[in-house]
């Protein structure tokens, strides 16, 4: 479904994030370089586009992480690596966040309403996939690369 989320989008790479107690931490990563990854380190949730959308339980979006200000924690990772903008919606079980899907970009944009929408029942049924499973312990990430 990560994959299927960042074509679909036409992003260039993807993310499952789980919350951890007060932070989320990658889970899947689906075509993003791990220099990326590893400047956005585990998000804060309230901080950054990730932890945004799982704070608020909407979508969120970062147009330009080199000149959104609500980016500063992340901006290590668009400075290292090509990736230029996301955005997130929550994954909610209940009225619970439990981790945030994210496509990202190359280049600064914002996403269409079909984007978010799509993502969002993406992140539905992510929900009913790891219903029970969230609360083991977190694994070592997972990384993917496209075909």
Same mark, same amino acid.
């Given at each position: 479904?990560?994959?299927?989320?960042?074509?679909?989008?036409?992003?260039?790479?993807?993310?499952?994030?789980?919350?951890?107690? +007060?932070?989320?931490?990658?889970?899947?990563?689906?075509?993003?370089?791990?220099?990326?990854?590893?400047?956005?380190?585990?998000?804060?949730?309230?901080?950054?586009?990730?932890? !945004?959308?799982?704070?608020?339980?909407?979508?969120?979006?970062? +147009?330009?992480?080199?000149?959104?200000?609500?980016?500063?924690?992340?901006?290590?990772?668009?400075?290292? +690596?090509?990736?230029?903008?996301?955005?997130?919606?929550?994954? #909610?079980?209940?009225?619970?966040?439990?981790?945030?899907?994210?496509?990202?970009?190359?280049?600064?944009? +914002?996403?269409?309403? @079909?984007?978010?929408?799509?993502?969002?029942?993406?992140? !539905? #049924?992510?929900?009913?996939? #790891?219903?029970?499973?969230?609360?083991?312990?977190?694994?070592?990430?997972?990384?993917?690369?496209? @075909?």
């Amino acid at each position: 479904m990560v994959r299927l989320a960042c074509e679909l989008a036409d992003a260039q790479g993807a993310t499952l994030f789980l919350v951890d107690g +007060s932070v989320l931490r990658p889970f899947i990563i689906y075509n993003l370089p791990k220099e990326y990854i590893s400047g956005v380190g585990d998000v804060r949730i309230g901080t950054q586009c990730c932890g !945004r959308a799982v704070a608020y339980k909407k979508p969120w979006i970062v +147009s330009d992480m080199l000149t959104d200000p609500l980016f500063a924690d992340g901006r290590e990772g668009a400075l290292s +690596s090509p990736i230029r903008a996301a955005f997130s919606v929550p994954v #909610l079980d209940g009225d619970k966040a439990i981790a945030s899907l994210a496509c990202h970009f190359v280049d600064p944009r +914002s996403p269409s309403k @079909m984007d978010i929408e799509r993502n969002e029942v993406f992140a !539905r #049924l992510i929900s009913i996939a #790891l219903r029970g499973r969230t609360e083991s312990p977190i694994l070592e990430p997972f990384f993917a690369q496209a @075909m």
